[in-house]
């Protein structure tokens, strides 16, 4: 086998706020410090690793000689969503921050929406996805009318009972969402929320999709697709990139559907990029303030990480990561602008190098590229020659 790598999204593991954290209210915002201090926090590959070595990280101890190279990173786009974090991973800074909803989406829109479904609209504010089928679910099922919904990021949320939409008719809906949230509507994701039970019990599946904007312009993912490298997605990337950049994609439903595909593809002979998101940890325990479940959730994958580490070829490395942040402990129930870790690990990577703060999550997709000697025009400067051995 060739040089691989194996680019795992902690989604929403953050590791303290940044220093514009008061422009999104997120002043004392810290993911890692909240779970950390839950009695189900072990991570012990992780501090092998080096994460409690990052520069200002204060919880944990740690380790004299890490085994891998580590640090931290400033996200330089405007934002604290998904797709800002991901498309900067991926070599793209977003100048203007997507945009969102306090208020709700104009009356135009979901005026369109309607003419172009056939069905009405409900509720139309910020809200939380449990909540919003609480409030709303019963009216849904009686009226055949769409749950519309948004929270503090870039989103246009489309929630419906399973037995009152069926899921192609609802990813179909999305379709035409994401057609008329264009211009300075142009939001980062357009989401399907199904859900079933019944009143007051309801559920949300794990039947949810994203359709998301295609970047602008080329990322990190379509320079190694052209280069003809493989790049095999799992869980959400596919959905976060629309497509593209991609030659194989492995949706998920959750993390442990994600790092059992993780070591599966790590068995498979490739050359290129296995670029995997781990969405549990934002939207299961992240945005419901679940600080005790998000930390078994870390911990659940530190023993997945062993078993991956365990069986890393010659060429192999794993980088890991986190594309904002969702500190369960902190007021309200939105992602937080912090500091992402970086962790990387392999027998080409020098273990113990600190790489400070790094100015852009975009240097992580300039690493990789320079890995497999690609030059290209991405944001972002590479610290290959740092880490490499």
């Known amino acids: ?219 990190m993912l379509d320079v190694l697709k052209d280069s003809g490298k493989d790049v095999i997605s799992i869980g959400k990337i596919f959905d976060i990139f629309a497509g593209r950049g991609i030659t194989s994609s492995n949706p998920t439903k959750c993390n442990a559907e994600g790092i059992d595909k993780l070591l599966e593809i790590q068995n498979i002979d490739f050359q290129g990029l296995c670029f995997l998101n781990l969405v549990d940890f934002d939207m299961v325990y992240g945005h419901r303030n679940d600080i005790d479940g998000y930390a078994q959730a870390a911990a659940e994958f530190d023993i997945g990480l062993t078993k991956f580490m365990g069986n890393m070829g010659d060429g192999d490395i794993v980088m890991i990561t986190a594309d904002h942040g969702c500190d369960p402990g902190f007021p309200g129930t939105d992602h937080t602008r912090e500091y992402i870790p970086f962790l990387a690990y392999g027998k080409i990577v020098r273990g113990g190098i600190n790489l400070g703060t790094r100015n852009s999550f975009s240097d992580i997709g300039k690493t990789i590229l320079d890995i497999f000697g690609l030059p290209s025009e991405i944001d972002g400067h590479s610290f290959w020659d740092a880490i490499k051995r």
């Not at 040089?3 to 999204?9: G, P």
């Not at 709303?136 to 990021?153: F, N, P």
């Open 1 to 219: 086998m060739g040089k691989r790598v194996f680019l795992i999204v902690l989604d929403s593991f953050g590791i303290g706020y940044e220093p514009d954290a008061d422009v999104y209210g997120d002043v004392g915002s810290n993911t890692l410090n909240t779970i950390a201090k839950s009695d189900y926090f072990r991570v012990p590959q992780m501090q092998k690793l080096g994460l409690f070595n990052i520069d200002q990280v204060e919880c944990g101890a740690k380790i004299g000689l890490p085994l891998g190279a580590y640090g931290r990173l400033r996200e330089k786009s405007k934002g604290k969503d998904t797709t800002a974090g991901h498309w900067e991973i991926s070599g793209i800074v977003s100048d203007k921050p997507f945009p969102i909803y306090p208020a709700g989406f104009p009356k135009e829109i979901l005026s369109e929406l309607t003419r172009q479904t056939g069905r009405e609209i409900l509720c139309n504010l910020p809200y939380s996805g449990t909540e919003v089928i609480r409030d709303y679910g019963k009216e849904h099922i009686e009226t055949g009318k769409l749950i519309v919904y948004t929270s503090a990021d870039s989103v246009f949320q489309i929630a419906a009972h399973e037995e009152v939409v069926p899921l192609e008719d609802l990813y179909e809906y999305c379709k035409i969402a994401r057609r008329i949230l264009v211009g300075k509507h142009n939001v980062g994701r357009v989401i399907a929320r199904p859900f079933n039970g019944t009143y007051p019990d309801f559920h949300r599946t794990a039947n949810r999709h994203d359709f998301a904007l295609a970047p602008p312009r080329k990322t």
